[in-house]
């Protein structure tokens, strides 16, 4: 019987056209295993392209090999068909026309007539004949690329691939490993088990990458003796770490640094430290020239700063919310919700209508942000103080 790596490199093999896609909140672990993906499969000389909905944060990992390959829309997924039946008159010229909003295809037979009959259409079969899916829990967390095109999704063979136990293995074949850290890790250990030969600086450098950015430069609590030998045999292979460091932890701008700090003036905890909060008013955002797209850093110090912590929630005003409406205060605050992968942030605030992901959840409230500071963490506490923590 074969291994599950064995089964997936049968199914790479056979395929033709191979997609690559991954969730539409981009991180550091999915994008870098994508193109790690990417970049192996191009050196089995497979047809593959990578394709995944645009993310406002996606410049963050503009530095890795194979980046700009990243496309964000499934273009020509299939092709109209237009059949002519050529049994009895032969074909002697082709032109097409277009009128308005018509493309007209004139056709001059050698001899005889065309009739009506002789045409049919149709749509070929998809251009792809293989998916791969990189750390991502469902389909409907592809986004636009899932949403366009379900029927490709459910007609085509998928190969899952992710380390978190939120997955629900929605592939053909799931190769899902809990004890990872990371999906760069399990992708690290299939290519291995088809030849390491294959693996050269650029795809060491993006799997380091995944890894480096999962665990927070090795800093989370789940890291294991053997995350930290794979990270030592990607070093080996030549992963390029000073360049992945550089790049996500040593290029924060003045800006963001000038906003972690008001975040940690404004620091409360409750649950014995596991749940973490702040709140930041509109004019923090303006002083410090940030946006609330800088706050995905935030979370990442905090998570680093308080591994005791398992929920981390930062409450802040819309950036327009300054502006009083008839002469009251704008009554609309926003949360962004981290919670660790066996704690789902979207049903600690599902009364709030949250949209993202298990592990990152977003949230209008439409309460002052003294009112929904209140709301919001009584509503998050009533809900972990039900949990094991």
């Known amino acids: 019987m074969l291994t599950q790596e064995q089964q997936i490199f049968e199914q790479i093999k056979k395929a033709s056209n191979i997609l690559i896609t991954f969730k539409k909140t981009w991180n550091g672990d999915s994008v870098a295993s994508a193109l790690a993906l990417y970049l192996f499969l191009k050196k089995m000389d497979k047809t593959v392209e990578v394709v995944a909905e645009k993310f406002s944060l996606d410049k963050l990992y503009s530095f890795l090999p194979g980046y700009t390959e990243i496309k964000h829309e499934l273009d020509n997924l299939r092709k109209f068909i237009i059949s002519l039946d050529i049994t009895n008159t032969k074909v002697s010229q082709i032109k097409y026309k277009q009128e308005d909003n018509q493309l007209n295809f004139i056709i001059s037979p050698q001899d005889g007539f ?36 379900t029927e490709f999704f459910y007609q085509t063979p998928i190969i899952n691939i992710d380390h978190n136990s939120t997955n629900e293995e929605f592939g053909q074949i799931n190769f899902i490993e809990l004890t990872a850290v990371s999906t760069s890790e399990i992708i690290f250990s299939l290519f291995e088990s088809f030849g390491r030969d294959l693996i050269d600086e650029n795809i060491a450098t993006c799997l380091l990458t995944g890894m480096i950015a999962e665990t927070k430069s090795f800093k989370t609590n789940n890291v294991t003796p053997r995350a930290l030998l794979t990270a030592s045999q990607l070093m080996s292979l030549g992963a390029r ?52 797209n800088d706050l995905t850093d935030v979370i990442d110090e905090l998570i680093v700063s308080i591994p005791q912590a398992k929920v981390i929630a930062v409450i802040y005003e819309n950036q327009n919310s300054n502006e009083e409406a008839n002469g009251e205060p704008a009554k609309k605050t926003n949360l962004l919700l981290y919670a660790i992968k066996n704690i789902d942030s979207l049903g600690l605030i599902k009364e709030f209508n949250p949209t993202g992901t298990k592990s990152l959840a977003r949230a209008i409230i439409n309460l002052p942000i003294i009112e929904a500071e209140k709301t919001i963490i009584n509503a998050i506490q009533d809900k972990l103080n039900k949990l094991p923590l």
């Open 114 to 149: 065309f009739s009506a009959s002789d045409i049919t259409s149709g749509a070929s079969g998809f251009k792809y004949d293989l998916i791969i899916v990189v750390d991502t829990p469902d389909l409907e967390s592809l986004g636009r690329i899932y949403d366009n095109d």
């Open 241 to 292: 770490r000073e360049e992945i460091v550089n790049y996500l932890y040593r290029s924060k701008s003045i800006n963001v640094l000038k906003l972690w700090g008001r975040v940690l003036a404004r620091l409360s905890s409750g649950l014995d430290n596991k749940l973490v909060w702040s709140t930041l008013a509109a004019a923090d955002f303006i002083k410090t020239n940030s946006t609330e």
